[in-house]
């Protein structure tokens, strides 16, 4: 049997825990060496509840003692990580704050010319196998509109050029209208999902996207709208909101681990 590929995560949040956990119960032919939080003290309980006991490592370290990265960071952190990784031939970096990978200019390429592999999942929208099947035969027109209850955004949001409290928003609003690369560099904590949707699309550019704060909905809600010489696609993820981060859906880490877990599975189902 081959050696197991060593997994580190980094970010024990509600994704990254959740990932970390799985990892740590058992993904085959892999295992969990390493992990990176920003405080150990207040990180105790999180390490404690995994039986694996991996090495807690600074961000920056934490390529050298794996195979394969995880990152599921605030996109304020992504860089400490992501400058060390994007320079490493033969690792593969498995990133949850996609939209970092648009923001960064050049970094896509770097990877490439570096021999890194990145490894975008699903996350919180579906479709993207439609989506890139559409590519192949020619894509017109890929929109995404997005719908979160006003919570979702925290306490106050930028509506127009004023910020309003969230709790005040009492019919669905408007926040945003524009490209997924925008829309990414307005709300990067909430729309990670256009981003992905871009890479396998259309592009950062040419991606249209509408973000929406709606009293009326309860879930994080992903209208993804794809029009190809194939025909049109409309694909609807109403998610709930993850409890620990209502910003996050709670599907979010279930992609990841399902993305982890595909990587050594001898049946791969899905574009
Ligand atoms: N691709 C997709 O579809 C989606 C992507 N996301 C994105 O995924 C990312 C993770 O989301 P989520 O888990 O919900 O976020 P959380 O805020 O719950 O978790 C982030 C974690 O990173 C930790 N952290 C902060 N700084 C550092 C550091 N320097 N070194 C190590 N750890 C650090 C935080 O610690 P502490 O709490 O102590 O500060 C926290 O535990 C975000 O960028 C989010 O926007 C979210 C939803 C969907
Ligand atoms: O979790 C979601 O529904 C979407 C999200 O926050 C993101 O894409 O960043």
Redesign the pocket.
């Known amino acids: 049997m081959a050696e197991p590929l060593r997994v580190a995560v980094?970010?024990?949040?509600?994704?990254?825990m959740r990932v970390a956990t799985a990892l740590d119960q058992g993904v085959d032919g892999l295992q969990l060496v390493a992990v990176?939080?920003?405080?150990v003290r207040?990180?105790g309980a999180r390490l404690s509840g995994l039986r694996s006991s991996p090495v807690v490592l600074p961000?920056a370290e934490l390529p050298d003692a794996a195979e394969i990265v995880v990152e599921?960071?605030?996109?304020s952190?992504f860089s400490?990580l992501g400058d060390v990784v994007v320079n490493l031939s033969g690792k593969t970096f498995v990133v949850?704050?996609?939209g970092q990978l648009l923001m960064r200019e050049g970094f896509l390429d770097q990877a490439r010319i570096a021999g890194l592999r990145i490894m975008?999942?699903s996350?919180?929208?579906a479709g993207l196998d439609g989506l890139r099947a559409a590519r192949e035969i020619g894509l017109e027109a890929v929109s995404l509109k997005t719908r979160k209850p006003p919570s979702s955004f925290g306490e106050g949001v930028m509506v127009g050029e004023k910020t309003v409290a969230t709790s005040g928003i009492d019919k669905a609003t408007r926040l945003f209208s524009g490209s997924a690369r925008q829309s990414i560099a307005a709300f990067?904590?909430?729309i990670?999902?256009a981003a992905?949707v871009a890479l396998a699309g259309l592009g950062a550019d040419r991606t249209s996207v509408e973000i929406w704060a709606d009293p009326g909905v309860f879930m994080n809600t992903h209208e993804l709208t794809i029009r190809s010489k194939g025909g049109t696609l409309k694909v609807v993820s109403e998610n709930l909101p993850?409890e620990?981060?209502p910003?996050?859906?709670a599907i979010?880490a279930y992609s990841i681990i399902a993305a982890l877990r595909r990587m050594n599975s001898a049946l791969s189902v899905g574009t």
Not at 10 to 16: E, K, N, R, V
Not at 72 to 75: A, H, N, V, Y
Request: charged letters at 15%; aromatic letters at 0%.
């Open positions: 980094a970010g024990l949040g509600s994704i990254g990176a939080v920003r405080d207040s990180a961000l599921c960071l605030p996109p952190a400490t949850a704050s996609v975008a999942p996350g919180a929208v990067p904590k909430n990670n999902v992905t993850d620990e981060n910003k996050s859906s979010t």
